[in-house]
Nanobody, 122 residues
Framework: QVQLQESGPGLVKPTQTVSLTCTVS??????????WNWIRQPPGKGLEWIGT???????YLRPSLKSRTAISRDTSKNHFTLQLSSVTPEDTAVYYC??????????????WGQGTQVTVSS
C-alpha cells in the first residue's frame, strides 16, 4: 500500500515562502516512477492542481502560479517538495500530494496524502 504524507508549517506570514514536503512510502512507491502532484483546496472551493513532477524529474506547473512555484525531489529520501513564494491570504488552503500513474489525460489520481492545512496570516 502506497502512503503519502505531507509536512510543513501550518501558519505562514504574507510575502513569505511556504515549503511543503510529501514523503512517499510503501508498495511500489519510488518517486522515480509515476507522476507526483501537488493539489490544494481553498476554503469553500474546489480542488486546484498546482503542479506535477514526473518520473524523470520534469515539472509542470499551473500557469497562474508558475512564477511563484517550484517543485523538486530528493530521490534518496523518496520525497518531493513544493515551494510557493510571496504567499498571500488567497493561498490559504489544504494542500495535498497525490500520485498518478502517468499523464493526466490518461490517468486519475490513485493515492492521496491526508492533506495539510496552510494558513497565510499576519
Amino acid at each position: 500500500q502506497v502512503q503519502l504524507q505531507e509536512s510543513g508549517p501550518g501558519l505562514v506570514k504574507p510575502t513569505q515562502t511556504v515549503s511543503l514536503t510529501c514523503t512517499v512510502s510503501g508498495g511500489s512507491s519510488a518517486i522515480t516512477n509515476y507522476y507526483w502532484n501537488w493539489i490544494r483546496q481553498p476554503p469553500g472551493k474546489g480542488l486546484e492542481w498546482i503542479g506535477t513532477i514526473t518520473a524523470s524529474g520534469l515539472t509542470y506547473l499551473r500557469p497562474s502560479l508558475k512564477s511563484r512555484t517550484a517543485i523538486s525531489r530528493d530521490t534518496s529520501k523518496n520525497h518531493f517538495t513544493l515551494q510557493l513564494s510571496s504567499v498571500t491570504p488567497e493561498d490559504t488552503a489544504v494542500y495535498y500530494c497525490a500520485r498518478r500513474r502517468g499523464p493526466a489525460r490518461q490517468y486519475e489520481y490513485d493515492y492521496w496524502g491526508q492533506g495539510t492545512q496552510v494558513t497565510v496570516s499576519s
